[in-house]
């Protein structure tokens, strides 16, 4: 009688909402590490696939100079600010 009259532990919903939130974040991770995509496509960055991505790092870096300076423009054009928009002409212009 007593089994079946106890209430079910404080906190069994929320332990379950958990391990159901772990879980598709677990998925998304490896979908994202484990398909190509879109990063940013007005930028053109694209998203590889992790071992995809290692073999084309140790192709590039066979010539580390080469490889250096692709990485620096890369990181540049990645971070690039855009232009400051043209500021409203003053009413007394």
């Not at 391990?19 to 007005?42: C, F, I, M, P, V």
């Not at 580390?64 to 007394?92: C, I």
């Amino acid at each position: 009688m007593y089994s079946s009259t106890r209430p079910a532990p404080l906190g069994e919903d929320r332990s379950i909402a958990r391990k159901k939130a772990l879980t598709d974040l677990r998925s998304a991770n490896a979908e994202t590490l484990n398909s190509y995509g879109w990063q940013d496509q007005a930028k053109g960055i694209v998203r590889l696939p992790i071992d995809q991505a290692m073999k084309l790092a140790e192709q590039k870096w066979q010539n580390p100079a080469a490889a250096h300076l692709d990485l620096s423009n890369r990181v540049e054009k990645a971070t690039a600010v855009p232009p400051k928009a043209p500021e409203k002409p003053s009413q007394f212009e």
